[in-house]
């Protein structure tokens, strides 16, 4: 069957990355708040704060690995000595890919290699809400030799640097996500991939999105009564399964227009519509426009990006 995971971090297609290595000294305090961006963060020496919309602070080690995939609010700072609440530090530029931050005349006690990069797709918003907002991951070695891969391959101009960056991008956040992956994960596609009945639905959703599936159906191949495999896939998964494949048929329907690939009808006969007119409807009503003028928007956004 096959594999959801690669399934949707390939349609996100990875790309234009930034990352440097940032030392810390002193007190210090970092915030961001962007949208559309990956934010990675690998401690190399020293510890850290993370703290995320609000939440209570994360520490950060040696080696821990940290990954936002829709950065919003967060902030990185020193757990000791501390900052006054509501104050910031600005990092300064040292060389290209070093900056320095905190009190220049104290000794390095933190020294970290940060980074993000962007999502190509338009429905990157979407896709991300089938992926945890935020994953921590202690002392996995892949993880530091994939992300030091993806910063050499960023600094370099070597002939096709942009398709190795994209495909190193996407492994990372596939080992990132997947070590990430189990009960404790927090609800979405991550937790259900590793709930061993639904699991097979959920590969099944996607190895066939054009079948007319039922919920019966779906708890038929999980092992399951309908309520209990609708109420578990609720719990896990964070929407009922109806509405995960009604996204999925649309984030598959928005990656094919992107790419030409095929006219309305066949499009939506690929994704279980029986005509173009229901296609055509389905996708206005999940997404606020019809297709036609969902790919018209595409062909006139395409040559600013190239310009970009």
Same mark, same amino acid.
């Given at each position: 069957?096959?594999?959801?995971?690669?399934?949707?971090?390939?349609?996100?297609?990875?790309?234009?990355?930034?990352?440097?290595?940032?030392?810390?000294?002193?007190?210090?305090?970092?915030?961001?708040?962007?949208? @559309?961006?990956?934010?990675?963060?690998?401690?190399?020496?020293?510890?850290?704060?993370?703290?995320?919309?609000?939440?209570?602070?994360?520490?950060?080690?040696?080696?821990?690995?940290?990954? #936002?995939?829709?950065?919003?609010?967060?902030?990185? @700072? @020193?757990?000791?000595?501390?900052? *006054?609440?509501?104050?910031?530090?600005? *990092?300064?530029?040292?060389?290209?890919?070093?900056?320095? #931050?905190?009190?220049?005349?104290?000794?390095?006690?933190?020294?970290?290699?940060?980074?993000?990069?962007?999502?190509?797709?338009?429905?990157?918003?979407?896709?991300?809400?089938?992926?945890?907002?935020?994953?921590?991951?202690?002392?996995?070695?892949?993880?530091?030799?994939?992300?030091?891969?993806?910063?050499?391959?960023?600094?370099?101009?070597?002939?096709?640097?942009?398709?190795?960056?994209?495909?190193?991008?996407?492994?990372?956040?596939?080992?990132?996500?997947?070590?990430?992956?189990?009960?404790?994960?927090?609800?979405?596609?991550?937790?259900?991939? @590793?709930?061993?009945?639904?699991?097979?639905?959920?590969?099944?959703?996607?190895?066939?999105?054009?079948?007319?599936?039922?919920?019966?159906?779906?708890?038929?191949?999980?092992?399951?009564?309908?309520?209990?495999?609708?109420?578990?896939?609720? %719990?896990?998964?964070?929407?009922?399964?109806?509405?995960?494949?009604?996204?999925?048929?649309?984030?598959?329907?928005?990656?094919?227009? %992107?790419?030409?690939?095929?006219?309305?009808?066949?499009?939506?006969?690929?994704?279980?519509?029986?005509?173009?007119?229901?296609?055509?409807?389905?996708?206005?009503?999940?997404?606020?426009?019809?297709?036609?003028?969902?790919?018209?928007?595409?062909?006139?956004?395409?040559?600013?990006?190239?310009?970009?």
């Amino acid at each position: 069957m096959t594999d959801p995971l690669t399934q949707i971090v390939t349609l996100l297609r990875p790309g234009a990355p930034y990352a440097k290595i940032a030392s810390a000294s002193g007190a210090w305090r970092v915030r961001r708040d962007e949208d @559309s961006v990956v934010f990675y963060n690998l401690t190399l020496t020293g510890q850290a704060l993370l703290e995320v919309d609000g939440r209570p602070p994360i520490p950060l080690g040696e080696g821990d690995f940290a990954l #936002i995939p829709a950065a919003r609010c967060f902030t990185l @700072s @020193s757990p000791d000595p501390v900052l *006054p609440p509501g104050q910031f530090t600005e *990092p300064v530029l040292i060389t290209p890919g070093q900056v320095r #931050i905190g009190d220049p005349d104290l000794p390095v006690t933190t020294q970290q290699l940060v980074g993000h990069c962007t999502f190509a797709a338009r429905d990157a918003a979407l896709l991300l809400t089938l992926l945890p907002d935020l994953v921590v991951i202690r002392g996995e070695a892949r993880l530091a030799t994939l992300i030091r891969l993806v910063v050499d391959e960023a600094r370099a101009a070597r002939p096709g640097r942009e398709a190795v960056l994209e495909r190193l991008l996407e492994v990372l956040l596939i080992e990132a996500f997947r070590a990430s992956s189990g009960i404790t994960a927090p609800r979405g596609l991550l937790r259900g991939l @590793s709930d061993q009945h639904l699991s097979t639905a959920l590969r099944a959703l996607h190895t066939e999105p054009a079948r007319p599936w039922t919920v019966a159906q779906l708890a038929s191949l999980a092992g399951l009564s309908r309520s209990a495999f609708f109420v578990r896939f609720e %719990r896990e998964v964070g929407q009922s399964p109806m509405a995960y494949l009604t996204g999925w048929r649309m984030s598959v329907a928005k990656d094919r227009l %992107r790419r030409g690939d095929g006219t309305l009808a066949e499009i939506g006969a690929a994704l279980g519509y029986g005509s173009a007119s229901a296609f055509n409807t389905a996708f206005a009503r999940e997404t606020g426009q019809p297709p036609g003028q969902y790919a018209l928007a595409l062909a006139q956004f395409a040559p600013e990006v190239a310009a970009g």
